[in-house]
C-alpha cells in the first residue's frame, strides 16, 4: 500500500530558547498529523504539520486491523472532525493553534483552475464540511468549530495563486491551492501572524507538484495592537531572527 507521513525539522536555537516538543496524535496511524509545540512566559503555540486524506472511493483500511472502514471519503470526513476537535482542545487549554501544510481541499472557487473539482459529488461535501469546521465565521449554534483564517487568502484577497500542478498534466493547464496555513483567531488578534506567500517560482518551486509555502509567525505578544499582515498590512518592524521549521510543500518562519 501507499506509505503516508509528514516531517518537521527544526531549527536547534528554537528548541532551546522554546521548549520545543514534537508530538503525534492518538486517532492517526498514517503518519499526516506531526505537532510541534513552543513555549514562551506568556504564550503556548502549536503548529499542526498536516498532510490531510485525499477523499475518493478506495475502501479505507483501519491500519492497525487491515479491517475496511467505510470509504477514504469517510475517513476524510472523520480526519476533518478529529483535528478540529484535537485545535478546540489546545484553545481551550490556552494554546494558540496553526495548522499548516496539503489540506486536499482548495477552499474557494478561485483556488481552482480552470475549476474547481466538483465531480463526484462528495468532493463538494468534503470542500463545505472542512469550511464549516476551520474556516467559517462560527455563529451561536457552531460553538464548536475552529473558526479560523486562511493566512494567504486573508491578505491576498482576489490574487489567483496555485501550489498543486499535477505532474501529468502541462504546467499551469490544471492546478489548485491545497497548500497554506490556517490560523486560530486568537492569533490573528494578538498580531502574532506577520507574513505569508507561496515560492511558485521556476527556480523556488523544485521537482515536487506542491510547490513550498511560507508564513511568519511572532511569538512576542506584547504589543497586541500592533500591524498585522494577515489583514494586508506589513509588520512594525523586520525580523530579530528566524527559527524554521519545513514540513510538506511548507516552510514556516517562527520569530523571535
Request: hydrophobic share 35%.
Amino acid at each position: 500500500g501507499k506509505v503516508y507521513g509528514v516531517c518537521s525539522i527544526i531549527r536547534e536555537d528554537l528548541v532551546q530558547n522554546l521548549n520545543a516538543q514534537v508530538r503525534t496524535v492518538d486517532w492517526d496511524k498514517e503518519g499526516r498529523v506531526s505537532v510541534v509545540e513552543l513555549k514562551t512566559a506568556s504564550t503556548k503555540f502549536a503548529l499542526f504539520n498536516i498532510y490531510a486524506v485525499n477523499g475518493t472511493d478506495n475502501p479505507y483500511r483501519d491500519p492497525a486491523t487491515g479491517a475496511v472502514r467505510g470509504t477514504r471519503h469517510d475517513r476524510k470526513l472523520a480526519f476533518h472532525r478529529l483535528l478540529m476537535e484535537e485545535c478546540l482542545s489546545l484553545e481551550n487549554n490556552g494554546w494558540k493553534v496553526l495548522l499548516a501544510g496539503d489540506m486536499n481541499v482548495a477552499p474557494a472557487r478561485i483556488d481552482g483552475h480552470p475549476r474547481l473539482r466538483t465531480s463526484p459529488q462528495q468532493h463538494v461535501v468534503n470542500r463545505a464540511d472542512f469550511d464549516t469546521k476551520f474556516l467559517r465565521e462560527k455563529n451561536q449554534a457552531e460553538v464548536n468549530v475552529f473558526n479560523g483564517v486562511d493566512v494567504w487568502r486573508k491578505s491576498h484577497k482576489e490574487e489567483a495563486r496555485y501550489t498543486y500542478f499535477p505532474g501529468s498534466r502541462g504546467l499551469g493547464s490544471s492546478c489548485d491551492r491545497v497548500d497554506y496555513a490556517i490560523a486560530g483567531r486568537s492569533m490573528r488578534d494578538r498580531g502574532m501572524v506577520t507574513g505569508s506567500g507561496i515560492l511558485d517560482s521556476e527556480a523556488e518551486r523544485g521537482p515536487s507538484d506542491h510547490v513550498p509555502i511560507w508564513i511568519e509567525i511572532s511569538m512576542d505578544t506584547s504589543n497586541e495592537k500592533k500591524k498585522n499582515s494577515i489583514d494586508g498590512q506589513e509588520p512594525e518592524r523586520a525580523p530579530i531572527g528566524y527559527a524554521t521549521a519545513i514540513v510538506k510543500g511548507y516552510t514556516g518562519h517562527i520569530k523571535l
